[in-house]
């Protein structure tokens, strides 16, 4: 979840979203009230469990929600993008479910650095895992909000910024911090903090 000044859980972003969770989502009367929806009609394949899964943002602020399919995937990944403006500027949110397989995953990581370089303000979620160097490289303009706010580089799930207007506060690793966290009854994933 990226987190403003003005309140919490402004924008909480999902990977793996199954058909079932999203319809629950959908149906919320009360997160209907709080919140924008996503409205992904693209899915990617578990090979494992054979389902259909995705990836869902919800926001307080209107968005403009795009779709950027992978071309080189066999299952159907994508990068969800939500783009408004907050405060007088324009703010993007993506998040991706990348791949397993390191060569795929960097060339996702590029593509979807490419897309997103074009704007000014961005939060990039995502399951990074260990970048490679020359991959790192074409991210020169996004920071690692881990890094920033808590000293420590992680290989998984992080939170990129590109923007000298956001700032990270704070974040939390739930792979690593898992057991201070258990009452959010999540498997991993990351909370970020960052002041607009």
Not at 8 to 16: A, V
Not at 67 to 95: C, K, M, W
């Amino acid at each position: 979840a990226v987190v403003s000044t003005q309140s919490t859980g402004d924008f909480c972003c999902f990977q793996n979203v199954q058909h079932e969770f999203r319809a629950t989502v959908k149906q919320s009367k009360t997160l209907g009230r709080h919140y924008y929806l996503s409205n992904s009609n693209l899915d990617y394949i578990d090979f494992v469990s054979h389902t259909h899964h995705g990836l869902l943002t919800l926001s307080r602020w209107p968005c403009e929600f795009m779709e950027y399919p992978f071309t080189d995937t066999h299952v159907g990944r994508y990068l969800l993008v939500s783009q408004t403006i907050i405060n007088g500027s324009p703010i993007i949110v993506a998040h991706s479910c990348l791949d397993n397989k390191k060569q795929l995953r960097g060339k996702k990581i590029q593509k979807a650095g490419e897309i997103l370089s074009r704007h000014q303000n961005v939060i990039w979620l995502g399951d990074f895992g260990d970048i490679e160097p020359e991959i790192r490289d074409s991210l020169r303009n996004f920071r690692d909000t881990e890094e920033i706010a808590e000293g420590k580089y992680s290989k998984g799930d992080r939170v990129l910024v590109k923007s000298d207007r956001l700032k990270p506060l704070h974040y939390i690793n739930l792979d690593e911090d898992l057991d201070d966290y258990a009452e959010m009854e999540v498997k991993n994933g990351v909370v970020c903090v960052i002041q607009l």
